[in-house]
């Protein structure tokens, strides 16, 4: 795939948000740790000033990142028309954090806080709520990550990975593979069903290996169909992350699925992710549900 020219840049503009308890304050501390000027909580009309003020003091190539919770979400349609007309050299990438709401209630009772919608009722109620206001919001984010399957660490080895290198304008591409019957992640951009694909479980020796042997690997990948799905596929998610890149979009998440998440998916997840390497894209292959079964 063939990637723009880079241009002189400002320093890279995130806009963290997303669930209360999603981790927005984990992503936070690793952007801080990554270099970028972190405010947390400020409301969506002093952004501006913020850069203005970062730019005065630190000069224009300084990373900033700015926490908006729920209570916000409502003005990020005119923040983000703000940030265009006064920075636009600045790339601005709005980063949502989401989880499954089993796990937010979790979360926020280990934390022992009330919901910010809670207004008195039950903390599930307060959880629905946000959703409803968020749910604009989250479809304009420019990277959705679910932090559902995370720890703390691993959601900072997350943002370090997708915000380390912030001068660069490449795609950066991570396939999931999963299981249907744990559920589609819901940070997909593209999704694809590999249950057309003979299943490896019902071959005795290839049954207790994974995608990740070469045995495995050998049975799924070999098949004419796989190849020819292959083939026709890779020239789709080319097409999309051209376009991506046109509108400023820099992550795609493609989701790759069979029964269980362990032969066909991660297989197949593997030999994409390393396609799209061979053309250049910064692209790694993540196994949700290997060894959940």
């Not at 989250?138 to 559902?148: G, H, K």
């Not at 049954?207 to 169909?225: C, I, N, S």
């Not at 292959?230 to 998610?237: D, I, W």
Request: with cysteine.
């Amino acid at each position: 795939m063939t990637q723009p020219d880079e241009q002189t840049q400002q320093g890279e503009l995130v806009v963290v948000t997303g669930m209360t308890g999603a981790g927005r304050s984990t992503a936070a501390k690793e952007l801080e740790d990554l270099g970028y000027f972190v405010v947390d909580n400020l409301p969506p009309e002093l952004v501006g000033d913020v850069v203005r003020l970062v730019d005065s003091r630190q000069g224009l190539s300084q990373p900033v990142a700015a926490v908006v919770d729920v209570r916000a979400g409502v003005f990020f349609d005119a923040l983000r028309e703000q940030l265009a007309d006064d920075f636009p050299t600045r790339r601005t990438t709005l980063l949502y954090l989401d989880a499954d709401d089993d796990i937010l209630v979790r979360r926020q009772e280990a934390a022992r806080r009330p919901h910010p919608l809670q207004a008195g009722g039950r903390l599930l109620d307060g959880i629905v709520a946000e959703r409803a206001v968020m749910a604009d919001l989250r479809s304009e984010a420019d990277l959705v990550i679910d932090t559902t399957p995370l720890n703390v660490h691993q959601l900072k080895a997350r943002v370090a990975r997708d915000f380390g290198t912030p001068d660069t304008v490449r795609l950066r591409v991570t396939v999931v593979s999963f299981g249907f019957k744990y559920g589609v992640p819901v940070d997909a951009d593209l999704l694809a069903d590999m249950r057309f694909i003979p299943n490896p479980f019902w071959v005795p020796e290839l049954r207790p290996l994974t995608g990740q042997d070469a045995p495995v690997a050998a049975y799924v990948k070999e098949r004419d169909d796989a190849q020819e799905f292959l083939e026709r596929y890779l020239p789709v998610v080319e097409t999309v992350g051209r376009g991506y890149l046109r509108e400023g979009k820099r992550f795609m998440t493609i989701a790759i699925g069979c029964t269980g998440g362990k032969h066909r998916s991660v297989a197949m997840s593997e030999e994409i992710a390393a396609r799209l390497r061979e053309q250049g894209l910064e692209a790694d292959a993540v196994h949700r549900d290997l060894g959940r079964e």
